[in-house]
């Protein structure tokens, strides 16, 4: 069923997804793939903790703060928003 990468293909997927949930839930990923190409993984799923989501906002924002560059004028931007 798995190969030793732990892909599997869409249809044996969908044939043992019960046996995916078991690995999953026992820490595997798998990764799903459709005519050898990977088009979705199956990851344990990992309840955050808040001040993880926090951080990574203040991340995202800092990304794009660094993005930015010059003087930065809001009206400018909400006046370009319009005209589309």
Same mark, same amino acid.
């Given at each position: ?20 949930? =078991? ?25 955050? +903790?808040?001040?993880?989501? !926090?951080? =990574? !906002?203040? =991340? ?5 703060? =660094? ?6 004028? !809001?009206?400018? &931007? !909400?006046?370009?928003?319009? +005209? &589309?």
């Amino acid at each position: 069923m798995l190969t030793k990468n732990n892909t599997i293909g869409t249809f044996d997927a969908k044939t043992h997804l019960s046996q995916l949930l =078991e690995e999953v839930r026992n820490g595997n990923k798998i990764t799903i793939t459709k005519r050898g190409k990977p088009i979705a993984r199956l990851i344990p799923f990992r309840k955050e +903790k808040k001040h993880e989501s !926090i951080k =990574e !906002i203040l =991340e995202t924002f800092d990304s794009i703060r =660094e993005s930015v560059k010059g003087k930065v004028n !809001i009206k400018t &931007y !909400i006046a370009e928003g319009r +005209k &589309y």
